[in-house]
């Protein structure tokens, strides 16, 4: 079993240090809120008194922080205190830059390093069934593989620096334009005397097929552990949707790709969100297209 230090114990991060506990790991954990340090306390972690401190003599930290601003901050920090050889995790969702230039840190303090972005969100952080997306060195994963499975089940290596979060955003992107194709098209259904079973059973088994229909149907009925059933409460917000729609425009404006259809969900979901919707599930994203008709 591991040493290991965790710092960021927020939605994601409180139950994954619970599950490295409870799956026999030594945890110490940090995070800025004392509420969070509590929780992860009474879940069998020591507290240390910063992240700094957490990191002395663990043979992997790892890091779930809002932006890449705070997990360069953060690795600026522990890196200098970290073992030689040890090995730094980042599993917070960031720009590939910011990832890139973390490695680059950590390569500099002689320390191994893995950008491994999950999806599964804070359902899959409770049940330890998170998919992890790893860039690093082969050396970096295979030290990091074993940890994940306490907190994941499917772990993959993308490639090197910063190819998990590339693997996510893509992703990301895909998920954003397919829910509003999806919605789209539940209206029309609407408008045209169709029923949303109908769509559902053809769409389903059809060409249209995807996981946003099949998994996550954004209207009542179909599919009943959707949002769309339960008031569309998250799941996975639609202000989480802007983040990682805005880090993909941003990857895509400096790696020179066009991605128009993704620029426009990022637009779609940023108009949602600045009517007030942002802690929706992204899938009432249904609900602006409907309204559109309206106009
Ligand atoms: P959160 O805001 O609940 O947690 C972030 C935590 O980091 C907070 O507790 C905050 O106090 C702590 N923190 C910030 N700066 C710190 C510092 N300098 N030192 C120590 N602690 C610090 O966010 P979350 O929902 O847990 O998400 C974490 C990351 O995972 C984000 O990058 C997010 O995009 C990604 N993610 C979230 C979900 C989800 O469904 N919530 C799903 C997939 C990926």
Redesign the pocket.
Known sequence: MATIAF????????PMTANLVKAGHKVTA????EA?RNQAKSDGAAIAES?AAAVKGADIVI?????GK?VL??WN?VLPAMTKGALIID????DVESAREAHALAAKHGVLSVDA??????G??KAAT?TFMCGGEDKAFAAAKPVLESMGKKIVHCGGAGAGQAA?ICNNMILGISMIGVGEAFVLAEKLGLSHQALFDVASTSSGQCWAITSYCPVPGPVPASPANNGYK????AN?MV??LTLAQDAANTAGAVTPLGKHAQEIYQAFDAAGNGGVDFSGIIQHVRALAGK
């Open positions: 710092i960021g114990l927020g939605n994601m991060g409180g940090f995070d800025l809120v969070s992240s890091t779930m922080l809002p932006a705070h901050s953060v920090e599993s917070s969702t960031i972005p999950v999806s599964g969100g804070t899959g952080a998170l996510k998250p799941g996975f917000a989480l983040k990682d």
